[in-house]
């Protein structure tokens, strides 16, 4: 029972990382009804980025404060991505109000590429250590119910926490706020939104800049655990399969989507890894996204693409 729990609670931390990325995609979906490929290369952007400045403060400043640093570096880089996100609108989506969904697909294939060479020319193309501080030692839990107690790893502790404080401000941003009903009317309809006085591309500019501060968590935690290399930019691949389980158009199925396949992960790679040779965890969550587009492709909690049609 103990193991169990060890592999269901590594399984649980490991979906609140993969929700925080897939909520990048919802959240440019939700704004502009197009899927952003280029979210992989935002993550690994902005990870180049707290990583170089993380690095560059203590030699320019002189501090030697691990957190002050952190923090600065975190700040220098969340404006650095708002002018990404500013930019992006200016000169990209600006132009392409309006336009069909296949044309702002290939605008974010466009951005993808640009960034990941912007990013290895600005900070270069080895690979860096965040370090913000997070133990790395692993700690007993329940010791005093299960024998031996229940092994966890600290570092996925708080970074789950970390994500999950994240998701729970998102919620809160879309359901509760003006800007939150603005960017779901934007989404069901670009014209209608329009008409009724909802400024378009001040929209896409405040959800671009979101989806770039959750890129910029997402690339911190990853990149925490294990180092900043263009191989972050594939972490979004893992994020797919979250969206498509969980719906394009929702962030509490990007979180429940996210669950699921840590967990779902996790324990098939244990229990049924032993009996076809391992190497589930590798091919799991996309055989089950496969499963969900054959008989729900809108996901647990998506829309039906012929409702927003």
């Given at each position: 029972?103990?193991?169990?729990?060890?592999?269901?609670?590594?399984?649980?931390?490991?979906?609140?990382?993969?929700?925080?990325?897939?909520?990048?995609?919802?959240?440019?979906?939700?704004?502009?009804?197009?899927?952003?490929?280029?979210?992989?290369?935002?993550?690994?952007?902005?990870?180049?980025?707290?990583?170089?400045?993380?690095?560059?403060?203590?030699?320019?400043?002189?501090?030697?404060?691990?957190?002050?640093?952190?923090?600065?570096?975190?700040?220098?880089?969340?404006?650095?991505?708002?002018?990404?996100?500013?930019?992006?609108?200016?000169?990209?989506?600006?132009?392409?109000?309006?336009?069909?969904?296949?044309?702002?697909?290939?605008?974010?294939?466009?951005?993808?590429?640009?960034?990941?060479?912007?990013?290895?020319?600005?900070?270069?193309?080895?690979?860096?250590?965040?370090?913000?501080?997070?133990?790395?030692?692993?700690?007993?839990?329940?010791?005093?119910?299960?024998?031996?107690?229940?092994?966890?790893?600290?570092?996925?502790?708080?970074?789950?926490?970390?994500?999950?404080?994240?998701?729970?401000?998102?919620?809160?941003?879309?359901?509760?706020?003006?800007?939150?009903?603005?960017?779901?009317?934007?989404?069901?309809?670009?014209?209608a939104a329009q008409s009724i006085g909802i400024p378009l591309n001040r929209i896409w500019v405040?959800?671009?800049?979101?989806?770039?501060?959750?890129?910029?968590?997402?690339?911190?935690?990853?990149?925490?655990?294990?180092?900043?290399?263009?191989?972050?930019?594939?972490?979004?691949?893992?994020?797919?399969?979250?969206?498509?389980?969980?719906?394009?158009?929702?962030?509490?199925?990007?979180?429940?989507?996210?669950l699921i396949i840590g967990v779902g992960e996790k324990l098939s790679e244990v229990y049924l890894?032993?009996?076809?040779g391992g190497g589930i965890e590798i091919w799991f969550a996309y055989v089950l996204a496969l499963?969900?587009?054959?008989?729900?492709?809108?996901?647990?909690?998506?829309?039906?693409?012929?409702?927003?049609?």
């Amino acid at each position: 029972m103990a193991f169990f729990l060890e592999t269901l609670i590594g399984g649980l931390m490991a979906g609140m990382l993969y929700s925080l990325v897939a909520l990048g995609f919802v959240l440019i979906y939700k704004a502009s009804g197009v899927f952003n490929f280029a979210q992989g290369a935002m993550v690994l952007f902005a990870a180049l980025a707290m990583a170089r400045f993380s690095e560059w403060i203590p030699k320019w400043t002189g501090i030697d404060n691990l957190f002050v640093a952190n923090l600065i570096a975190f700040a220098i880089a969340a404006v650095l991505m708002f002018v990404v996100a500013w930019l992006i609108e200016r000169l990209v989506l600006r132009h392409l109000v309006n336009q069909e969904g296949a044309t702002l697909l290939m605008a974010t294939l466009g951005i993808a590429y640009f960034l990941e060479g912007l990013g290895q020319t600005l900070f270069g193309s080895d690979i860096y250590k965040i370090d913000i501080g997070m133990p790395k030692d692993p700690i007993f839990m329940l010791d005093t119910v299960f024998p031996g107690g229940i092994l966890v790893n600290k570092e996925d502790v708080i970074a789950a926490a970390i994500a999950a404080s994240l998701v729970i401000l998102l919620s809160i941003f879309f359901q509760k706020t003006t800007t939150g009903r603005a960017l779901r009317a934007v989404a069901d309809d670009h014209q209608a939104a329009q008409s009724i006085g909802i400024p378009l591309n001040r929209i896409w500019v405040i959800v671009w800049c979101v989806a770039g501060v959750v890129a910029l968590v997402s690339g911190m935690i990853w990149g925490s655990k294990l180092g900043v290399q263009f191989s972050l930019t594939t972490i979004a691949l893992r994020a797919l399969p979250v969206v498509i389980l969980g719906g394009l158009t929702s962030v509490p199925g990007a979180i429940l989507g996210g669950l699921i396949i840590g967990v779902g992960e996790k324990l098939s790679e244990v229990y049924l890894g032993p009996y076809v040779g391992g190497g589930i965890e590798i091919w799991f969550a996309y055989v089950l996204a496969l499963v969900f587009l054959l008989f729900r492709p809108q996901g647990l909690f998506g829309e039906k693409i012929i409702d927003r049609v």
